[in-house]
């Protein structure tokens, strides 16, 4: 809970952002529908079906951020797809692949900022379908701002909040958030829209094991963690595609095969690459594990939900929960604070890109 020093130091934060107000309303965070379990579209447009069934004549159509009840994952027919499950909702049935899996989770308690090595701040995740943000230090700094002038960050994504701020005029509590190793950009968003990650969730799974190996298989799109030779965790991931959206070989996409040690580990980083027509930029990507030495990374996705499908240009996407429990299996062991390691060779855990 906030103390007194803690309201003072945010109420002269309010006081130095007044120029900031008529954007405000815009931060409040939307009505989401009441069900435990929710599906956000995550691309531009995705067709509804009366069935499971995408050979068959769609009855309407659905929208970027558009967020409804999941009611539930079915096996269903899709004539151009690898992945053959879709998403029942109450309008209709869609692709699985273009819904991420939401919760609607606000935080109605603020907590206090932690004094850490490089200043007081704290780790927050995500935990609602999607947080409006407002720029607080334009121009925009970064490739995916300057491309959206509505930004927005998506449940399960991570950020470092500096600064805690209380518009009594609104009625809100904003958070002051930047990313450690982005381009600069500062954004202010509702707090409710939040959760502080805590020390206790980067302790250490199975510390005591000594013989620990990770296997990334790009035949199968799996991953698999193992202890002296016996699986312990296996997860579907998505490693790096094969083709581009037009249907072009692209063997710079592709995983690394072979032994990579990790050698860097962060509880977010903003990654980008590509080029034109084919890069990528994207902000607060959770639980990175890098592992060969031009960026490719195991790490949390929330861009699409096409796992057991190679989607990306290079890394490991994997589903959040994965990437956490793996961020926390592997070595080296990330504190929170800083919540960056990079080790020197011969590395921490092993990971093994194989073909089967």
Request: net charge negative; aromatic share 10%; charged share 20%.
């Amino acid at each position: 809970m906030l103390n007194r020093r803690d309201v003072l130091k945010m109420g002269l934060a309010g006081l130095g952002s007044v120029a900031l107000r008529p954007q405000r309303s815009k931060v409040s965070l939307p009505v989401f529908p009441d069900s435990l379990a929710l599906g956000r579209v995550s691309t531009s447009k995705v067709n509804l079906y009366s069935r499971p069934d995408a050979s068959s004549s769609p009855i309407g159509a659905a929208f970027e951020d558009k967020v409804f009840p999941w009611i539930r994952e079915v096996r269903g027919y899709h004539p151009y797809r690898f992945n053959q499950r879709f998403v029942e909702s109450s309008e209709g049935y869609i692709w699985s692949g273009d819904v991420q899996p939401v919760e609607n989770n606000p935080n109605l308690d603020t907590p206090s900022l932690r004094s850490t090595s490089l200043g007081e701040g704290m780790w927050v995740e995500v935990t609602v379908p999607y947080v409006d943000l407002i720029l607080e230090n334009p121009p925009a700094r970064s490739p995916w701002l300057q491309e959206n002038p509505s930004p927005r960050l998506y449940f399960s994504q991570i950020l470092w909040v500096d600064s805690i701020i209380v518009d009594s005029n609104l009625g809100l509590t904003l958070y002051r958030l930047n990313e450690r190793y982005g381009y600069g950009d500062i954004f202010l968003a509702d707090a409710r829209g939040f959760r502080p990650l805590t020390p206790e969730e980067l302790d250490p799974i199975h510390p005591e094991v000594e013989d620990k190996r990770v296997v990334v298989d790009v035949t199968r799109q799996s991953l698999s963690c193992f202890e002296d030779n016996r699986e312990v965790y296996y997860c579907r991931v998505s490693t790096g595609a094969k083709f581009d959206a037009s249907g072009n070989a692209v063997d710079e996409w592709a995983t690394p095969l072979g032994g990579h040690p990790i050698w860097r580990k962060v509880i977010s980083l903003h990654m980008s690459g590509g080029t034109t027509g084919g890069g990528y930029d994207l902000p607060g990507i959770g639980w990175t594990t890098l592992f060969v030495g031009n960026g490719v990374a195991i790490h949390s996705t929330f861009w699409h939900n096409n796992f057991g499908v190679a989607m990306s240009h290079g890394c490991v996407n994997a589903r959040p929960e994965d990437a956490k429990w793996i961020f926390r299996w592997t070595t080296p062991h990330v504190a929170y604070d800083p919540g960056d390691v990079t080790i020197s060779m011969p590395g921490g855990t092993r990971v093994e890109v194989i073909e089967t």
